[in-house]
């Protein structure tokens, strides 16, 4: 309360004879006149202003206006003497209902001010409950939204009880047609795994916000949940134009702030909401076409499209393509297989196939891809990981186009694999035949001894040891010869035919031309240089 009276000992008075604290009212503030007490009001709300009438500068009356004007929640007592009926009179025509003559017994201004006091608390204490009621509403808005789709869709709800929902929900549906909008965030399967489930909740409900205000910006009707990638849309309007469009600006605002992409499916408009169903059977029959057409895009239903091919035969457990293809995997061509691939992608789009269909024949070849690693020896944990499980790693593309080229990827993959084994496996068997070489390069040893060791055909060894070292068998081993025979050269004082003998070469003329050919000296120059 604030006390405002030009009387020091009055406000004196009023302040400390009776015990305010024991009634619940603490003495906020005190003023000698209206224009000091509208100042100390703005530093110091109060929720009572108790004043005389008469004062100087600005009197109650004055004071009264000028709190009903700036602060219309301060409730107002004023006191005035019997000789001031025309300043009640003012006092009553601004609705000062609140007014006591002077002098006012501590009983009436007790009275008067609890009874302040009491409706103030009421007043609180309902504007909290419904603060309360409100915040509760808001917080379950989305869920009672999701219940009221779920029960639209399932055609539970009867006229009048579609229109009591709606006022309950304060959702405006004005219009003569309704349509259905799916709205799908692209790839969250893949975008999901890298963020915490409050993460995935948060841009969820960013996206629906962005969504939901750009919608009602145009037209009537909610948005709400559906699975956790997915939205929906009730929406009215005349124009389906319009609605494309604005389901373009949704698209954009959900790029530009969020970095997502967004793909929408609009069902044909109904004349009732309680045929709504249909419309969001369409909506979702067409955003399907994003399996083939691709992602971010709008798919609008069209009544007359024949979607399933009903002359298609379901997939046999293994084609001859598909054997096709294991047989390029055995021989190691990436080229080969990606245009096999190609081809087995473009045969599912025009046989119009269902995407699931899809996915489960990608998933049969690659368990056959992997039989296949297995049976030669090498484990799909090295290729894919231990923890790859074919349907989980297919069940998360949303479009043809992705799974075609992870299907690209995974033989990309198979393939470096086996080349990278053969690779080195032709390394072992090389750097043991060279080590069985060093060995025994002072016998007449030759190609079929060195390949039999290694147990490899004569002609694949020639032709693998050409493809490692650079160089044929014979020269190699020549080369290898002549620089053991240098050695004997410097560090022996052996005879030169008896050196060529210990290198393996049995005759000396052919030693002493195989040696000028590496050396461009003669044995005996050699070591008398």
């Known amino acids: 309360m604030m006390i405002v009276d030009d009387e020091p000992l009055v406000r004196k008075g009023i302040a400390t004879s009776i015990d305010w604290q024991e009634h619940g009212i603490e003495i906020a503030a005190e003023a000698g006149n209206g224009r ?45 003497g ?9 006092a009553l025509q ?27 608390r009421e007043e609180q204490l309902s504007k909290t409950k419904e603060i309360g009621r409100l915040h509760m509403f808001n917080e ?28 309950t929900l304060q959702i405006d549906l004005t219009g003569s047609e309704y349509h259905i909008l799916i709205m799908d965030i692209d790839d969250f399967a893949f975008f999901s795994q890298k963020l915490s489930p409050k993460e995935n909740e948060a841009f ?48 954009s605002n959900v790029k530009r702030y969020l970095k997502l992409s967004l793909s929408i499916g609009i069902g044909l408009p109904c004349a009732s909401l309680l045929e709504i169903g249909r419309s969001y059977r369409e909506a979702d029959q067409a955003l399907k076409e994003k399996v083939y057409r691709g992602k971010g895009q709008i798919f609008m239903h069209v009544r007359e499209r024949q979607r ?7 997939f046999s457990t293994l084609t001859m393509e598909e054997r096709s293809m294991a047989q390029a995997l055995k021989r190691m061509s990436e080229s080969e297989l990606r245009e ?22 990608c998933v049969r070849l690659v368990i056959f891809f992997i039989q296949e690693l297995e049976e030669a020896g090498h ?42 084994n053969r690779r080195n496996s032709f390394k072992r068997t090389i750097k043991e035949a060279i080590q069985y070489m060093e060995k025994h390069y002072e016998q007449s040893l030759s190609l079929t001894e060195v390949a039999d060791h290694v147990n490899v055909t004569p002609a694949y060894f020639s032709k693998l040891f050409k493809e490692e070292m650079g160089i044929t068998f014979v020269k190699w081993l020549s080369r290898l010869r002549v620089e053991k025979a240098k050695a004997l050269l410097m560090e022996t004082r052996l005879k030169t035919y008896e050196i060529a003998e210990k290198v393996g070469f049995y005759d000396y003329k052919y030693f002493s031309n195989t040696f000028r050919k590496y050396t461009g000296l003669s044995p005996r120059d050699y070591r008398n240089r």
């Not at 939204?145 to 029960?151: I, L, V, W």
């Not at 096999?340 to 024949?361: G, L, P, T």
């Open 140 to 167: 379950n808005l989305p869920y009672l939204k999701y219940k009221f789709m779920n029960s639209l869709l399932k055609k539970e709800l009867s006229a009048a009880g579609i229109k009591e929902k709606l006022r």
């Open 36 to 80: 000091d007490a509208l100042q100390k009001l703005q530093t110091a709300p109060v929720d009572l202003v108790l004043a005389d009438i008469r004062m100087p500068i600005m009197n109650g009356i004055e004071l009264s206006e000028q709190i009903k004007k700036l602060y219309p929640d301060i409730a107002i007592v004023l006191l005035s």
């Open 82 to 90: 019997y000789e001031d009926f025309a300043y009640a009179k003012a």
């Open 204 to 251: 969820a409900f960013a996206v629906f916000n962005i969504a939901e205000e750009t919608l009602l910006s145009y037209f009537s009707g909610f948005v709400s949940y559906g699975e956790l990638n997915r939205l929906i849309a009730l929406v009215s309007t005349d124009k389906v134009h319009s609605l494309l469009a604005v389901c373009k600006e949704i698209q």
């Open 340 to 361: 096999m691939i190609r081809q087995y992608f473009q045969r599912f789009a025009s046989e119009n196939r269902r995407f699931d269909e899809v996915k489960h024949a």
């Open 379 to 420: 484990s799909k944990d090295l290729v894919f990981g231990p923890q790859f499980i074919p349907h989980v790693a297919i069940e998360r593309f949303e479009v043809v186009a992705d799974l075609e080229a992870w299907m690209g990827q995974m033989v990309a993959k198979i393939v470096r694999h086996l080349e990278d």
């Open 94 to 120: 601004i609705g000062i209902q609140n007014y006591l003559l002077k002098p006012a017994s501590a009983e009436k201004l007790i009275s008067a001010i609890t009874d302040i006091r009491d409706r103030k």
């Open 308 to 314: 399933e091919n009903a002359g298609a035969e379901p």
